[in-house]
């Protein structure tokens, strides 16, 4: 059996004090996060509105951590070299935001960042099956996508197995995100099922321990999860 993916903690941005973006993104880096996670609302895909390219790029300069833009955002493909340039690394564009999501995805790629597509609950594992050789991951969202701190959809397990068979059968490069009351609760069924990257808001921000214990946590209980997997 192939050996897991690494796991990747990548905490959101959501639920820091927006008042000190900068630090908190600093604070991140410090606390032993792999990733920043950059929740992006427009008020139309999602009843909720965030920030945009300007902010991200005013804290670029304050880490060293490679930013992920999760766009939920209708008509994704308008703003893409924004996000390039304010520093974005890997775009993730939702498969129900475009109709155009091959040609959204390439351009993606086109633009000199890492391309990923995810989606919402309601949305099958199926409608991935002809992008997936333009993307370097694809999140499975765990809950509807609008808000932090939302409960955690254990029914999408059997998706996230579903995708990362398909991925090993196909022999690509994919890793899996999941998005949504990622806990210390949660975050071992569905690395079993296989998970490798965790973005977490609430359970690192608001966690009583602080942001490294916190991080600390989900890492040593997604590691424990895979090995138990892969003695399985
Ligand atoms: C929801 C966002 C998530 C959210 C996760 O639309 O995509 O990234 O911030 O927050 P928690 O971890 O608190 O569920
Ligand atoms: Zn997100």
Redesign the pocket.
């Given at each position: 059996m192939a050996a897991p993916r690494p796991v990747q903690i990548s905490p959101?941005v959501?639920?820091a004090d927006f008042s000190k973006l900068g630090d908190e993104c600093r604070a991140l880096e410090d606390a032993g996060a792999d990733r920043i996670?950059w929740?992006v609302?427009d008020g139309q895909f999602?009843p909720?509105l965030t920030f945009g390219p300007p902010v991200i790029a005013a804290c670029r300069a304050a880490t060293s951590l490679p930013f992920e833009a999760?766009l939920?955002v209708e008509t994704p493909e308008l703003l893409l070299a924004d996000y390039v340039e304010a520093g974005v690394e890997l775009i993730t564009v939702h498969a129900e935001a475009t109709v155009h999501l091959h040609r959204c995805l390439a351009q993606i790629v086109d633009l000199g960042a890492r391309a990923a597509v995810t989606i919402v609950p309601s949305t099958p594992v199926s409608a991935l099956e002809h992008v997936l050789d333009l993307v370097d991951m694809v999140l499975i969202?765990?809950?509807?996508?609008?808000?932090?701190?939302?409960a955690?959809l254990a029914s999408q397990e059997p998706k996230v197995a579903e995708l990362r068979r398909m991925v090993t059968e196909r022999g690509l490069d994919v890793d899996i995100e999941v998005?949504?009351?990622?806990?210390p609760a949660t975050i071992g069924a569905i690395t079993t099922a296989g998970a490798n990257v965790f973005?977490?808001?609430?359970?690192?921000?608001?966690a009583p321990g602080g942001l490294a214990a916190a991080i600390a946590d989900l890492r040593d209980r997604a590691e424990a999860a895979q090995r138990g997997a892969s003695a399985a």
């Amino acid at each position: 059996m192939a050996a897991p993916r690494p796991v990747q903690i990548s905490p959101s941005v959501l639920s820091a004090d927006f008042s000190k973006l900068g630090d908190e993104c600093r604070a991140l880096e410090d606390a032993g996060a792999d990733r920043i996670h950059w929740d992006v609302m427009d008020g139309q895909f999602v009843p909720n509105l965030t920030f945009g390219p300007p902010v991200i790029a005013a804290c670029r300069a304050a880490t060293s951590l490679p930013f992920e833009a999760h766009l939920m955002v209708e008509t994704p493909e308008l703003l893409l070299a924004d996000y390039v340039e304010a520093g974005v690394e890997l775009i993730t564009v939702h498969a129900e935001a475009t109709v155009h999501l091959h040609r959204c995805l390439a351009q993606i790629v086109d633009l000199g960042a890492r391309a990923a597509v995810t989606i919402v609950p309601s949305t099958p594992v199926s409608a991935l099956e002809h992008v997936l050789d333009l993307v370097d991951m694809v999140l499975i969202m765990t809950v509807n996508p609008g808000f932090g701190g939302q409960a955690y959809l254990a029914s999408q397990e059997p998706k996230v197995a579903e995708l990362r068979r398909m991925v090993t059968e196909r022999g690509l490069d994919v890793d899996i995100e999941v998005d949504g009351g990622i806990a210390p609760a949660t975050i071992g069924a569905i690395t079993t099922a296989g998970a490798n990257v965790f973005v977490a808001g609430n359970a690192v921000f608001k966690a009583p321990g602080g942001l490294a214990a916190a991080i600390a946590d989900l890492r040593d209980r997604a590691e424990a999860a895979q090995r138990g997997a892969s003695a399985a």
